[in-house]
């Protein structure tokens, strides 16, 4: 059984992952984030992997959904076990720019999603990222369609 995360130490980051987000600060989200990072998220073709696919994709985050905004419903949880944060969020954003990996044009509808976060660390930063939400929920609340 390995060592778990420190409470305090998820506790403080966080705040600090989210602000970023909500700031579309993509050069503070790639600081968070190991060389070597692997990203899944159920948006995404395939997992992206590195510090600048990190950088590429909170960018193009924000240009898609200008005014997203992530919350917390809850406390993140902090593993017993291992160097690994559980985060539960919420996200709202208008489909205001295209959204690249997935071709899908702007059409102006309203993101509504829930979500949760696995993040596990290595020297005080995400070295691995698997977000889970409905992405199919996602794609109908604002109106997508696959692309042709």
């Known amino acids: ?3 778990g995360l420190d409470q305090g130490f998820l506790d403080a980051f966080a705040p600090r992952w989210w602000a970023a987000w909500n700031c579309r600060d993509a050069e503070a989200i790639a600081s968070m984030v ?7 998220n159920p948006a995404l073709d395939e997992d992206l992997h590195g510090r ?6 909170a960018a193009m985050l924000g240009q898609a ?3 997203g905004r992530f919350t917390t419903p809850e406390e993140p949880y902090a593993s017993l076990t291992q160097a ?3 985060v539960p969020w919420h996200f709202v954003g208008t489909h205001a720019g295209d959204f690249v990996p997935m ?9 509504e999603v829930d979500g ?3 993040w596990w660390f290595r020297d005080g930063r995400i070295c691995r990222h698997r977000a889970t939400f409905d992405f199919a929920q996602a794609m109908r609340s604002i109106g997508a369609t696959t692309p042709a």
Do not use: R
């Open 1 to 3: 059984m390995g060592s």
């Open 65 to 67: 959904f200008p005014d």
């Open 52 to 57: 600048e696919a990190m950088f590429d994709y």
């Open 103 to 111: 071709g899908f044009k702007a059409t102006g509808g309203v993101l």
């Open 34 to 40: 190991t060389d070597d990072l692997v990203y899944y």
């Open 116 to 118: 949760v976060d696995h």
């Open 84 to 86: 690994k944060g559980i």
